[in-house]
């Protein structure tokens, strides 16, 4: 099972979603699975959360991501995935970018894969 924290570094201010099987991303739109709820919207380099704003969300956990960029493309697992300033990070310290959101696209830029991911998907490792 996976959770994820939403944080405004330097502000303390945390929200902790999940225990769940994994979590979507589909554009712009984070969905928490099975089931398909709706977790946060992406705007402006910042999560959505209902009324609350956040500029970071973090896996809790080892964690595999699944890029799905003509066809499956998986890496990981890692300590941890962070996104912040529209970037997915795979590891503790942010060590590896991985993917960019670029807002226009409405679609993720995986940089080793050099292709557009339409969806991605979060699952503990």
Not at 68 to 90: C, K, Q, S, Y
């Amino acid at each position: 099972m996976l959770s994820l924290e939403f944080s405004n570094p330097g502000i303390g201010e945390l929200l902790t979603v999940g225990h769940a099987s994994f979590f979507r991303i589909e554009g712009a739109t984070l969905y928490q699975r099975p089931g398909g709820e709706l977790v946060a919207t992406h705007k402006n380099w910042q999560w959505q959360v209902g009324t609350a704003m956040f500029k970071m969300a973090r896996t809790l956990g080892r964690t595999v991501i699944e890029f799905e960029a003509d066809g499956a493309h998986r890496f990981g697992p890692g300590a941890f995935v962070t996104i912040v300033d529209g970037g997915l990070w795979l590891g503790p310290e942010r060590s590896k970018l991985l993917a960019k959101f670029i807002e226009d696209k409405g679609r993720w830029h995986v940089f080793e894969l050099n292709q557009f991911a339409t969806t991605i998907t979060l699952m503990a490792g």
